[in-house]
């Protein structure tokens, strides 16, 4: 009985559907991922689920990210940076990355960000990168500043590194100054390395310049005005004009740029000791120094902004020098907005006074766009406004396009101011075609016979 029983259950055991089996697909799964070949989606290991796919998280651009990526990470994320539409984001992901570089590798930071400053980026990329080099190893920082191509960035660079050494030892960085080159870096790591003492005085910082040799003086003193007068002119004119007549002579121009920058009314009336306003000081004794910072203030007033010197040359204080700076005034406004320029010129009320603008319009605008410059002086109706602009226009036009300014020149009214302007441009039209100057002397209505018999010989 027992033996038919066993038997019996053995079969009904074994039949399909009631087959017990061992977890195979999970056993070897899990041992298949120890292994490292990662198991298909949706398959279970020790009872939990795997994710459907792996999809890597997006990389992270905040501060303290960027402040633990290794180099190779580094230089990866300014590669990618480059894909990146231009603007105010991406400028400040740049100078994080580069901060981050120059706490790895200082020199090539840099060097990079040197590079990218003269492709347009902002200063403090590099200004950022040079703070972190110089409190790390100063004097290497401050051969590379010196060696840069670039003047205006070696002084930009030479004193960022010299002012944050400063900061940490100012002995040592004084030290090394004498041995920087070229002699220009060696000013201005000096200004930038003015002791604690001047540093929290200018008049104090302008008595300490004063006792360096040679040209370090000069070089240190024109620095340390340059920022005081940016700050408080009238402070910094009352100083200067205390000194020596050697010292004012050699610094005037300086304080003059840079006051009429911040104040130019200010500064003009204190140039023409015409100030009456308390806070400016004493006043400017009349001399040579005085017309050396008038000169200086206006002419610095005409380039940076031709129409507020149009305004203040209007003006009953600078009515005296109207006519004697029209040309400049209308040149240098032309350079920047020509229409605007031509529109001034033709209001001006005294006839010699408007040539002279539209001559200055004309010669300028040529220079620039000689096509728009011709439509503008064909527009004119008067006939001497339009010869005016024309020979000067020709005149400015010859120079490099002799052939084109004899043809316009034969447009002027005037029999004389024709000749005239015509050979001028000849003369020039000769020097590297004769050839063609000679075909035109020949058939030009413009010209008598005996002038073209004097010009053909």
């Known amino acids: ?50 994710a459907q796919s792996a999809t ?15 180099l190779r990470e580094v230089q990866s994320r300014l590669q990618e940076l480059s894909t990146w539409a231009p603007g105010a984001e991406a400028d400040k992901m740049e100078v994080r990355l580069v901060k981050r570089w120059a706490s790895l590798e200082p020199a090539s930071a840099c060097q990079y960000a040197y590079q990218a400053v003269l492709q347009g980026a902002d200063e403090s990329l590099l200004v950022s990168a040079l703070e972190i080099w110089a409190r790390v190893v100063p004097a290497e920082a401050s051969r590379w500043a010196a060696a840069l191509g670039s003047p205006s960035l070696r002084d930009l660079s030479v004193r960022t590194v010299y002012q944050t050494w400063a900061q940490t030892d100012s002995s040592a960085a004084l030290k090394s100054i004498s041995a920087l ?66 010292i004012q002579w050699a610094m005037i121009s300086k304080l003059a740029a840079e006051w009429v920058k911040k104040d130019p009314y200010s500064a003009l009336s204190w140039g023409l000791g015409q100030s009456a306003e308390v806070s400016l000081g004493s006043k400017l004794a009349v001399g040579p120094v005085q ?4 000169e200086a203030a206006l002419g610095t ?23 004697s700076r029209i040309g400049s005034v209308a040149g240098r406004w032309t350079s920047m907005d020509p229409l605007e320029a031509a529109g001034w010129s033709l209001s001006l009320p005294r006839e010699s006074d408007r040539n002279a603008a539209l001559g200055a319009v004309a010669g300028t605008w040529a220079k620039t766009d000689p096509q728009a ?41 005037s029999p004389e101011l024709r000749k005239n302007t015509i050979l001028a441009a000849i003369h020039r039209w000769k020097q590297y075609d004769p050839t063609a100057a000679r075909q035109f002397i020949s058939t030009t209505p413009s010209l008598d016979p005996n002038t073209k018999s004097d010009l053909l010989r």
């Not at 195979?24 to 279970?44: C, D, H, L, T, V």
């Not at 017309?291 to 008038?294: D, G």
């Open 1 to 50: 009985m027992a033996l038919g029983l066993g038997f019996g259950l053995g079969v009904f055991l074994t039949r399909p559907g009631f087959m017990i089996k061992e977890p195979q697909n999970e056993i070897q799964m899990e041992e298949g991922f120890n292994q490292g070949s990662p198991p298909p989606p949706g398959q279970k290991i020790a009872g939990k689920k795997l």
């Open 56 to 70: 890597p998280e997006p990389r992270k651009w905040d501060e303290k990210t960027i402040q633990g990526l290794s």
């Open 181 to 246: 080159r070229p002699a220009s870096a060696r000013g201005t790591a000096t200004a930038a390395t003015a002791p604690p003492q001047a540093q929290k005085s200018f008049s104090n910082a302008m008595q300490w310049a004063r006792a360096l040799p040679g040209p370090l003086r000069e070089k240190t003193l024109d620095a340390i005005l340059g920022e005081w007068t940016r700050r408080d002119p009238p402070g910094a004119a009352n100083w200067l004009i205390q000194q020596p007549g050697d």
């Open 291 to 294: 017309r050396k910072f008038f």
């Open 301 to 323: 007033l005409i380039g940076t902004d031709p129409q507020a010197a149009a305004n203040w040359l209007a003006s009953p204080i600078g009515e005296p020098f109207f006519t």
């Open 373 to 413: 410059a011709g439509q503008w002086i064909s527009s004119l109706a008067q006939a001497g406004q339009r010869d005016t602009a024309l020979s000067a226009y020709c005149n400015s036009l010859s120079p490099y396009d002799a052939a084109a300014a004899a043809q316009w020149a034969e447009r002027i009214s």
